[in-house]
């Protein structure tokens, strides 16, 4: 079965530390990878995606996130945390064929501390 | 920027009764989908909607939700008979096309509260 795995319940960082969320995935075929991020009471909004090419992407507000195929993983990464950036973050994958759904992992919820 | 918008934002209902839950999704957009997270759990895929057609559904999205886009904005959950499982956040998202790199975006969610 396709899953996505997210390891981590909660990550705490100092502002200005470099963070890394993590997020594994089981996909039988190449998958597409995304990561989102959730405010309170907000929708997901995007972050990055990876579909192929270059291991390393870059996204919004300074994140990026990098592919590994042999370790089947998507950890999602900033040089310098923000308080800002807390939240909750969504890693999710979609197989490139016969299906249209998303499959999210649980979400990690950053927390970022002055 | 534009915005996969929803309403209401918080929706109390009793067990047994039906309720819409209303979106619209940005106007270019042609695939619309509706996600839901129940509290403390991941989110999960429900239903997705393309051509005024249902293109797939999960093993949740039984004969009591039922989805509509009635005019050329609005997209719409319906649950027919509400169960207290059925309590969750519901989420509408979009998509410009079906291709599998296209993000989804996805509107702030109903809260759906089931007494």
């Known amino acids: 079965a396709q899953s996505v795995a997210q390891p981590e319940d909660q990550v705490n960082v100092a502002e200005g530390n470099p963070l890394t969320v993590k997020c594994t995935y089981s996909?039988?075929?190449?998958?597409?990878l995304f990561w989102y991020v959730q405010y309170p009471n907000r929708g997901l909004q995007f972050l990055l995606k990876y579909i192929t090419g270059d291991n390393l992407v870059k996204g919004s507000y300074g994140f990026e996130a990098e592919f590994n195929k042999s370790q089947t993983s998507f950890h999602l990464k900033k040089p310098s945390a923000l308080v800002s950036d807390s939240a909750l973050y969504f890693c999710a994958v979609r197989v490139p064929y016969g299906t249209d759904k998303l499959i999210f992992g649980t979400g990690t919820r950053l927390q970022v501390f002055p | 920027e534009p915005e996969v918008t929803q309403t209401p934002s918080h929706q109390v209902t009793q067990m047994g009764q039906e309720v819409i839950l209303r979106c619209v999704p940005i106007?270019?957009?042609?695939?619309f989908y509706w996600y839901r997270q129940i509290l403390g759990q991941k989110v999960e895929f429900l239903v997705s909607f393309y051509n005024n057609e249902i293109s797939e559904k999960s093993e949740i999205f039984d004969d009591q939700f039922s989805v509509e886009r009635p005019d050329g904005s609005n997209f719409t959950l319906k649950i027919r008979s509400t169960k207290l499982e059925d309590s969750a956040m519901y989420f509408c998202?979009?998509?410009?096309?079906?291709?599998?790199?296209?993000?989804?975006?996805f509107g702030n969610g109903t809260r759906l509260t089931v007494t």
């Open positions: 998202a979009s998509s410009v096309s079906a291709a599998y790199n296209s993000p989804l975006h």
């Open positions: 106007s270019n957009h042609l695939y």
């Open positions: 996909v039988s075929g190449n998958p597409y």
